[in-house]
């Protein structure tokens, strides 16, 4: 089985494409690829909040309420309205001057992280995350019309949230066709393609906290992400440890007793959503959330624990088929 293989580092992570035979008058897998492959460099130069020139910046930056904004734009926003509403406000796309204010002023990329055992031994006591009550997210609006985003003035977004996950989903449009395929972009994935549905691929969810293989998952469509504490840990201007996941409600790192969730979706979107919102909610909000789809939660003890139709699977080995390494 014949398949593009290709891996680089863009938007502070590794992107991995895999593509298959292409359908009729289709171009090559390679030629589909490389374009996949710039797709992603300019979506990272629009979206990048780390990127001053980008087109996220200026609109940050804009004094007005209505700013004109690409199609590609007024898309990211929408993904990070639409998550922030099916989480009940989580997934919040507006904590931006509160990220930065945890320290995250500056791409981490390539940096490594601060222990994670170290940070959960010093860590408060845990407790589920809650939305802002402020609910700053339900002041944006797109005028598509006019092609413009309309918001409070000074009201900044941030795309970090959902960004990947929609690029994946993105390239997954521009690939329908092709005989299968997987686009992984840091660990948010999207598999498709007639044949992945009869040879699925394998994907490795990666512990948190030793590195190690903790699942497997067999799939031939949809999308899968997952979100750990692990990747960004820091410590903060006044010595303490502090990640990326916020809790909307305070502003301040989460710690909740979870430190990894994967979740299923139809999209990489709707997947990257979901295991950020589980993560969020904790042990017994994160099973809740993950019932229906499936899911996998890691407790800050290191018990793996599946949730929903993972749980109830079987476990059977099955031939050596492809497989990616993407999911951590």
Known sequence: MSEHDITFDAMGSHVRLLIGEPGPEMA??????????????????????FKPRSELCAFNE?????????????????????????????????????????????????????????ALAEAPPRRAASPSPEQRWRGFEIDEEAGEIVRPPGLRFDTGGTGKGLAADLIAISLRGYSRFIVDCGGDIRIGGADALVHPYEVFVEHPQTGERAHVLRLGSGGVATSGLNVRIWRDADGRFAHHLLDPATGEPAWTGLVGATALGDTAVEAETLSKAALLSGPEGGRRLLADRGGLLVHDGGRIELVGPLAAAPRIRLPQIPTLEGAH
């Open 28 to 49: 090559p897998a390679a030629e589909a690829a490389e374009m996949a492959r710039r797709f992603i460099f300019d979506f990272d130069l629009a979206l990048s909040r």
């Open 62 to 118: 804009d004094p007005r309420e209505r700013v004109p904004a690409s199609p590609l734009l007024r898309r990211a926003v929408k993904a990070g309205l639409e998550a922030a509403e099916h989480s009940g406000g989580l997934v919040d796309p507006t904590l931006l001057r509160e990220i930065e204010g945890a320290g995250y002023q500056s791409s981490r990329a390539g940096m490594t992280g601060a222990p994670l055992d170290e």
